[in-house]
């Protein structure tokens, strides 16, 4: 992934982060209502994993889980505090049928950070590895402009920037990848205010 400012921002976020999101269930009413799409014991990759925190409730309601993250140290975490899914260090752009195919890819915020320029490639790549009939979550904030945040990481201050898009942009965007929007999942409150959308789209 081309911001490297982003990896280094998770990778010294990274206890903090697991500290934090293993105490903090805020999706997982997102995580039951998309489980309920698909088979039982489905396959799905947790793209952009982070400390595996949403990969243990995944698991933990039935899901058989591959998570993948850019983050070396979050990869880390994820193996130690949730050993019974597999976890890859691996970029987005890397992804391709040797990590297996999925009935369900879950990427909770992981593509905000992406460009603007660059998502359509990344979406196309991911929905290669979804099965037939599979559901991709994106949950994405909806908006027209990118924020920018600096964050201190380590005593240095770091540029994180979160990428918008409309409710269209997104939905054309996962279009031209093949895939076709079935249903906006739920998101509590807090999520939801804040501008967040759970879009759910299939093969």
Same mark, same amino acid.
């Not at 997982?28 to 925190?53: N, Q, S």
């Not at 320029?117 to 904030?141: C, D, H, K, P, Y």
């Given at each position: 992934? &081309?911001?490297?400012?982003? /990896?280094?921002?998770?990778?010294?976020?990274?206890? &903090?982060? =697991?500290?934090?999101?293993?105490?903090?269930?805020?999706?997982?009413? +997102?995580?039951?209502?998309?489980?309920?799409?698909?088979?039982?014991?489905?396959?799905?990759?947790?793209?952009?994993?982070?400390?595996?925190?949403?990969?243990?409730?995944?698991?933990?309601?039935?899901? *058989?889980? +591959?998570?993948?993250?850019?983050? =070396? %140290?979050?990869?880390?975490? =994820?193996?130690?505090? +949730?050993?019974?899914?597999?976890?890859?260090? %691996?970029?987005?752009?890397?992804?391709?049928?040797?990590?297996?195919? @999925?009935?369900?890819? @879950?990427?909770?915020?992981?593509?905000?950070?992406?460009?603007?320029? %660059?998502? /359509? &490639?990344? *979406?196309? %790549?991911?929905?290669?590895?979804?099965? &037939?009939?599979?559901? @991709?979550?994106?949950?994405? /904030?909806?908006?027209?402009?990118?924020?920018?945040?600096?964050p201190e990481v380590d005593g240095e201050r770091i540029e994180r920037v979160v990428y918008r898009?409309?409710?269209?942009?997104?939905?054309?965007? @996962?279009?031209?990848?093949?895939?076709?929007?079935?249903?906006e999942a739920c998101l509590v409150p807090e999520l939801a205010k804040g501008g967040w959308r759970?879009?759910?789209f299939t093969r």
């Amino acid at each position: 992934m &081309e911001n490297r400012e982003i /990896q280094r921002f998770y990778d010294g976020m990274a206890e &903090e982060t =697991a500290e934090v999101w293993y105490e903090k269930d805020l999706l997982l009413c +997102t995580i039951r209502e998309v489980l309920g799409m698909l088979p039982e014991r489905p396959a799905v990759l947790d793209l952009g994993c982070g400390t595996g925190h949403e990969a243990k409730r995944l698991h933990a309601l039935g899901a *058989v889980v +591959t998570g993948i993250d850019f983050s =070396a %140290r979050s990869i880390a975490i =994820a193996r130690e505090k +949730t050993p019974e899914c597999m976890f890859l260090e %691996r970029d987005f752009f890397a992804i391709d049928e040797s990590i297996g195919t @999925f009935d369900g890819i @879950f990427a909770a915020g992981s593509l905000i950070h992406l460009l603007p320029s %660059r998502l /359509q &490639e990344a *979406v196309a %790549r991911v929905a290669a590895v979804l099965r &037939e009939g599979g559901i @991709f979550l994106a949950i994405m /904030q909806v908006g027209e402009e990118h924020s920018i945040h600096y964050p201190e990481v380590d005593g240095e201050r770091i540029e994180r920037v979160v990428y918008r898009h409309s409710r269209e942009d997104i939905l054309d965007c @996962f279009a031209r990848a093949g895939l076709r929007y079935v249903a906006e999942a739920c998101l509590v409150p807090e999520l939801a205010k804040g501008g967040w959308r759970a879009y759910c789209f299939t093969r």
